[in-house]
C-alpha cells in the first residue's frame, strides 16, 4: 500500500484532504443557511398570519361599531315616529272635535231657520242635508289626512333609520 501513496507527492494529498474538509465545511454553511432562511420564513409566516388577526379584529371591531350606530339609529327613528303618530293622533282628535263642534252648530242653526208650518215628516227628518253631507265630506277628509301624516310618518322613519 505503500506504492499507491508513493506514486503522487504528500502535498498533493493534504491538497485533497483540505478540499474535502472545505466541501464539508461548504456544505454544513449551506445547511445552516437553509435553516436560517427556514426559520425566517416561519417568522414571516407568524407576522402575516398575526397581521391578517389583528385586521380580522379591527374590521370585526369596525363591523360591530356600525351594527351598533344603524341599531340606535333605528331605534331613535322608531322613538320619533311613535312621537309624531302620538301628536298626529292628538291633533286628528281636536280636529274631529272641532268637526263635530261645527257639525252641531250647522244642525242647530238649520233647526232654528225652519218654518213652522213644516209638517211632522220634515221634521222627523235629520238636521238637514248641509249637515249630513258636510260630515260625510269631513270624514272623508280626516281618513285621508290620517293616511297621508301614516305615510309621511313611515317615509320620514325610513329615511332617519336607513343605514349610513
Not at 485533497?16 to 409566516?45: F, T
Not at 315616529?81 to 252648530?105: F, H, I, M, P, Q
Request: aromatic letters at 4%; charged letters at 25%.
Amino acid at each position: 500500500m505503500t506504492k499507491v501513496f508513493d506514486l503522487a507527492p504528500s502535498w498533493l494529498y493534504a491538497a485533497a484532504l483540505a478540499l474535502l474538509l472545505v466541501l464539508l465545511l461548504g456544505q454544513r454553511v449551506q445547511v445552516s443557511n437553509a435553516k436560517a432562511a427556514q426559520a425566517r420564513s416561519a417568522q414571516a409566516l407568524t407576522d402575516y398570519k398575526l397581521s391578517i388577526s389583528e385586521t380580522s379584529r379591527i374590521l370585526q371591531a369596525d363591523n360591530d361599531r356600525k351594527a351598533a350606530d344603524n341599531n340606535a339609529r333605528q331605534l331613535e327613528a322608531l322613538n320619533a315616529a311613535r312621537t309624531r303618530e302620538t301628536l298626529a293622533s292628538a291633533a286628528a282628535g281636536a280636529l274631529r272635535l272641532e268637526r263635530d263642534k261645527l257639525l252641531d252648530a250647522v244642525r242647530i242653526a238649520s233647526r232654528r231657520d225652519r218654518v213652522p208650518s213644516t209638517t211632522a215628516t220634515a221634521e222627523a227628518q235629520s238636521a238637514g242635508p248641509l249637515a249630513n253631507v258636510f260630515g260625510q265630506c269631513t270624514a272623508e277628509v280626516q281618513e285621508l289626512v290620517d293616511a297621508a301624516d301614516d305615510h309621511a310618518s313611515d317615509v320620514q322613519t325610513l329615511i332617519d333609520s336607513w343605514p349610513r
